[in-house]
């Protein structure tokens, strides 16, 4: 599934635009689910740009200083026009800490739900709610309850991964989860290493998205089963293997460490690409052995030999581990 942005296209090129290009799927060629957000995130992100109130939230575009309002109402008329499979409510994402701000955003997000449930016209596209409240489980507990309430086509967990501690998100986590249905999605917003994913899992999570794969694969940091390579290390400089043996991805398939390097130190956008297939593939790889590992049972040890060795490499940023992890992954290979 691929995530849209709701605020970046209503800004640029506009949600008319694309509708007369035949919605999101035919003007990216994309035919695959696509999921977008409301744009609140964005919005609220901005910071000193935006103003807030119980009708919605108004802001300046990034872009050119033009003032935009968006109400729970025009969100979903724009992700509509854009024609995604899966809209999102439009929620109040604030820093998690205090508790009266996080209760009053709580407040809003729920009547901003109803509004958005009262606003759909399309039957063909899936309505997620978004659970806020903070760090603070009284306010998750009550949130999830409220949305579910409301019955949603599936439930997300917003407002984590925004500097909270990984034990504040782990505990609020224990304490929602189990408030969702069990047969509608459970969607955690903004995790993306392969450690979170597997803590996800772990505690009933379906769907996660984040920016942090894509990015990390642009600054030539790579995702390997002995933990994160930085492929800007004078090792990788002359080494004729793969980012990952037996990983099956184009840019293994095609290339070695030295030449990604070489195009990462030049500046060559063609290494953008590459690093960013194979970090997908790595990632859609471990989802894919997570879920089969899940379906024979198996998911809490397949979790606990995964974190092994990912934790392993993680922490010796000299790769002295590098020759033995990949002689037990692939059995050695021909020049390594
Ligand atoms: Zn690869």
């Known amino acids: 599934m691929v995530l849209a942005n709701t605020y970046h296209l209503y800004l640029r090129p506009g949600a008319d635009l694309i509708a007369r290009m035949g919605g999101l799927h035919r003007f990216m060629g994309w035919e695959r689910a696509i999921l977008t957000d409301s744009g609140g995130f964005q919005v609220f992100s901005l910071r000193d740009l935006r103003e807030v109130d119980d009708e919605g ?54 009547l901003w739900a109803e509004r958005c449930l009262g606003a759909r016209t399309r039957s063909d596209q ?42 504040d998100t782990h505990r609020i986590l224990d304490c929602v989860v189990p408030i969702l249905p069990a047969d509608k999605p459970r969607y955690l917003m903004g995790v993306g290493t392969p450690d979170d994913l597997l803590e996800g899992v772990a505690r009933g999570i379906d769907i996660f998205d984040s920016v942090l794969p894509t990015r990390l694969a642009r600054n030539g940091a790579l995702f390997t089963f002995g933990g994160r390579l930085n492929l800007r290390n004078a090792i ?47 990632l859609l790889e471990l989802m894919r052995n997570i879920r089969l590992s899940v379906l024979a049972g198996e998911f809490p040890a397949f979790k606990r030999t995964f974190l092994r060795r990912y934790s392993g490499q993680h922490a010796d940023a000299s790769w002295a581990h590098r020759p033995e992890g990949r002689a037990k992954s692939l059995g050695g290979r021909a020049g390594g």
Not at 126 to 141: N, T
Not at 238 to 261: E, H, K, M, N, V
């Open 236 to 282: 990788n400089k002359d080494d004729p293997g793969p980012i990952q043996d037996g990983c099956a991805c184009y840019t293994c398939q095609s290339f070695s460490r030295a030449y990604l390097r070489h195009l990462l130190v030049s500046n060559e956008i063609l290494g953008l690409s590459l690093n960013t297939i194979h970090n997908l593939h790595f």
């Open 126 to 167: 899936a309505l997620f709610g978004i659970v806020q409240g903070g760090i603070h489980e009284d306010l998750r507990i009550e949130s999830a309850r409220v949305l579910t309430s409301m019955g949603f086509d599936g439930y997300a967990i917003g407002g984590l991964s925004v500097g909270e501690s990984k034990q």
């Open 57 to 110: 939230v108004t802001f300046r575009s990034h872009l050119d200083g033009s003032q935009h309002r968006f109400t729970p109402e025009l969100v979903m008329e724009v992700q509509e026009r854009l024609g995604s499979d899966v809209a999102m409510v439009l929620d109040q994402c604030i820093e998690p800490f205090d508790y009266d701000r996080s209760a009053a955003a709580a407040r809003r997000t729920h």
